[in-house]
């Protein structure tokens, strides 16, 4: 079973791979060495628990890849998160060259090779161009190891008492590996999972911006 339009939609999978990742409401440098698992101590992740729902400004780079019955795909991602704004660049072996999401309170802009598109919201736009949508504004709390706020979910942790798999709106995230910057544990490897459709996610560079 797929997402209502799954079908017609793969041929747009440059597109979806965009909205998915970004709309939630994201270049080159180098990657930090994650740390080892090792380091990672019980108790460590409630600590952090405040500073964690605080965060609300990063850069992340990594690289991203989506699986279905049909196809699979590839690109590299460069997220930018502010507390107003974000901006999402997708670029990478999809043939339909880069892609820029941007958005600011009220409005979604997305640009591609075939033009320039917007909506009042994320999953507005999903449906404008895609015809179905996704619980895409849990992106920004799934990709700090955080459930949404205001839907149910069903979080486990594993024996340190971090995340390890989240079901939240029909979506199956499971936390694979783990880095750990400015005194800050964040997810270095998760999978989303939405009945056959796999969005695999690696970040290579993790800079939040943290008050104080």
């Known amino acids: 079973m797929t997402p209502r339009g799954m079908e017609p939609a793969m041929t747009l999978l440059p597109r979806l791979l965009t909205l998915l990742l970004a ?3 994201v270049a080159g440098c180098a ?18 628990a405040e500073r964690l729902a605080e965060l609300d400004t990063w850069v992340l780079i990594g690289k991203v890849g989506l699986r279905t019955p049909e196809e699979s795909t590839s690109a590299n991602l ?3 998160q502010h507390p107003h704004y974000y901006r999402l660049l997708i670029s990478g072996p999809f043939g ?6 941007e958005g600011r309170e009220g409005r979604v802009s997305l640009s591609t090779a075939e033009g320039r598109f917007e909506a009042e919201t994320p999953e507005a736009l999903m449906a404008q161009q895609l015809g179905w949508s996704l619980p895409v ?6 990709i700090r190891g955080l459930p949404a706020e205001d839907t149910p979910h069903r979080l486990e942790k594993d024996a340190l008492g971090f995340p390890s798999r989240l079901e939240q709106d029909g979506w199956e995230i499971t936390y694979r590996d783990w880095t750990r910057v400015a005194d800050l544990w964040l997810p270095r490897r998760l999978m989303m999972t939405y009945d056959d459709l796999r969005v695999t996610l690696v970040v290579t560079d ?4 943290l008050d104080g």
Do not use: K
């Open 23 to 25: 709309l939630a409401l």
């Open 31 to 48: 990657s930090r060495a994650p740390v080892s698992e090792e380091e990672r101590i019980e108790g460590q992740w409630q600590a952090q």
């Open 96 to 101: 339909s060259g880069r892609s820029t999401l």
């Open 137 to 142: 504004a849990a992106l920004s709390d799934w």
């Open 206 to 209: 993790w800079r939040p911006v």
């Open 78 to 80: 460069d997220w930018s």
